[in-house]
């Protein structure tokens, strides 16, 4: 009973903000129009302040753990590799191959995933987390805009995404907490509280503008692949990536920032680049929907099970 209340607080307050935004959208407290501009917002404000504090505040052998950086970049190499080999063979249409490879290996690592790391360790630092999601999410990105314009017929502007890379508000985040934990430079006292609370409200606001961009189309044309994807994203690729980091004795928040990255949903903003990119943007919205709705149950099971196994 203790596993199930633990995982349960885990995954329940993630579900409840993402049904308030969906329920505020449609009760009309929030515009469908007015959601990409706070999403946007949210993206370049709030999410790098989060992460900077997340570093900010932690200490150097907490944040940086090397094996822990290498197991996430292969895992997410691989799944990406696999990916494409299914999409290669099993996918017909060639605007749905980079959807369907981009919602199988990119998940919703710095929303869903460290809602979720927060419920399970609470009171834990999670500077690793943000430094594990400095060097994932623009790896994420790089891997996007290769696949979908590879996918639209076009050849990928290297100086674009390289340009990508380096202006990404994460990583820029994340990199100027390194700086001060590195130096030992400290916040004044009123700096620092204000941009704690500018962190901490960061993660709700996500998963709020999460739960009110949520659409239902009609799957019923490509639900194939859309049952592919949700199959793939939620149960395949957690087996294999966490099971394989459990047997290299991966533990504690190591293992739950793992279960973040590897067990989330597909990532929100894949839709938005399939729209832009020539993708099948109703495959991708149905994709974001269907694994962000479920996500609360399979990442509830997994995290009883890997509990009850004692890997954290």
């Not at 419920?119 to 430094?131: D, R, T, Y």
């Not at 395949?236 to 279960?259: H, K, Q, W």
Request: glycine content about 8%; proline content about 4%.
């Amino acid at each position: 009973m203790n596993s199930f209340t633990l995982c349960l607080r885990a995954v329940l307050p993630a579900f409840l903000i993402i049904m308030a935004g969906y329920a505020s959208k449609r009760a009309g407290f929030v515009r469908e129009a007015d959601i990409p501009i706070m999403n946007k917002m949210a993206y370049r404000a709030f999410m790098p302040v989060m992460c900077f504090y997340n570093v900010y505040q932690s200490d150097i052998t907490s944040a940086i753990r090397p094996a822990l950086l290498a197991y996430s970049v292969v895992g997410v190499l691989c799944v990406y590799a696999l990916s494409w080999l299914y999409a290669r063979f099993f996918v017909g249409q060639r605007n749905r191959r980079g959807v369907v490879i981009q919602g199988l290996y990119r998940s919703n690592f710095l929303i869903i995933g460290l809602s979720f790391a927060e419920g399970l360790m609470p009171g834990e630092s999670l500077g690793c987390i943000a430094v594990c999601g400095a060097l994932i999410v623009p790896l994420f990105n790089i891997l996007a805009v290769a696949t979908l314009e590879a996918y639209n017929g076009e050849t990928p502007d290297k100086k674009r995404v390289l340009l990508n890379i380096l202006q990404n508000p994460l990583l820029l985040g994340s990199v100027a907490g390194a700086a001060f934990l590195f130096t030992g430079l400290t916040l004044p006292e009123p700096v620092a509280l204000a941009v704690r609370q500018m962190g901490q409200s960061a993660s709700p606001l996500l998963l709020f503008l999460l739960g009110a961009f949520f659409r239902f189309g009609n799957a019923r044309s490509h639900l194939r692949e859309l049952l592919a994807v949700c199959l793939g994203r939620l149960v395949i690729v957690p087996a294999l990536t966490l099971g394989v980091a459990a047997l290299m004795g991966f533990r504690g928040l190591e293992f739950v920032t793992l279960m973040a990255l590897f067990a989330s949903s597909a990532a929100g903003n894949s839709f938005t680049m399939a729209q832009q990119m020539g993708g099948d943007a109703d495959l991708a919205g149905d994709i974001v929907v269907m694994t962000s709705l479920f996500c609360s149950l399979t990442m509830f099971l997994w995290s009883l099970l890997f509990l009850r196994l004692g890997l954290y």
